[in-house]
C-alpha cells in the first residue's frame, strides 16, 4: 500500500515521504496540463512561515494548506526582468490535520486538490475561479 492510499489512521509521512506524493500527484496530472505549467519550483514545509501568515492576515497556521508565490503567467511579459522562479508550497501538517479531520478524502486526494488549486493561481484565476470551476466539475 502506497502512502496515496493509505487511511488516516496510518502512521503521517516525513517531508521527503510528502515531496514524494506531491511530485506523483503532479506526475498522474494530464500531460497538457503539466506542460502549460511551465517551471515551477514545489517546496514543501511543515508550516509557512510567519512573515507569510502575518501578510495574509492569518493567525492560525494550520489554515494554509497551500500558497502560489510569483508572477502568474497571465501578466508576465517579455519585456520585464525575468522574474524570480514560480513557487507551489504545501504545507504538510495543514494538509495532514485537514485529512484526517475530513475522513472522506486520500491523502494523494487532497494533496492533488491543493495542488492543483495552487497551480491555478499560477495561471492567473483567483480562489473564486478556481471555486466555481471546482463545483461545476
Known amino acids: 500500500m502506497t502512502w496515496i492510499d493509505r ?69 508576465r511579459s517579455i519585456l520585464d526582468p525575468s522574474p524570480q522562479p514560480s513557487m507551489v508550497f504545501l504545507y504538510r501538517r495543514p494538509i495532514l490535520d485537514e485529512w484526517c479531520e475530513r475522513g472522506d478524502v486520500t491523502l494523494g486526494e487532497l494533496i492533488t486538490h491543493v495542488l492543483v488549486h495552487e497551480i491555478g493561481h499560477h495561471f492567473g484565476l483567483s480562489d473564486d475561479d478556481i471555486h466555481r470551476i471546482e463545483d461545476d466539475a
Open 7 to 75: 487511511p488516516a489512521s496510518a502512521l503521517a509521512p516525513s517531508l521527503d515521504d510528502f515531496a514524494a506524493l506531491a511530485r506523483k500527484a503532479f506526475d498522474d496530472l494530464p500531460a497538457d496540463f503539466r506542460r502549460q505549467t511551465g517551471d515551477v519550483v514545489f517546496r514543501i514545509d511543515d508550516f509557512a512561515a510567519d512573515e507569510v501568515l502575518d501578510e495574509l492576515g492569518i493567525e492560525d497556521p494550520f489554515e494554509l494548506t497551500g500558497l502560489y508565490q510569483g508572477v502568474d503567467l497571465g501578466r
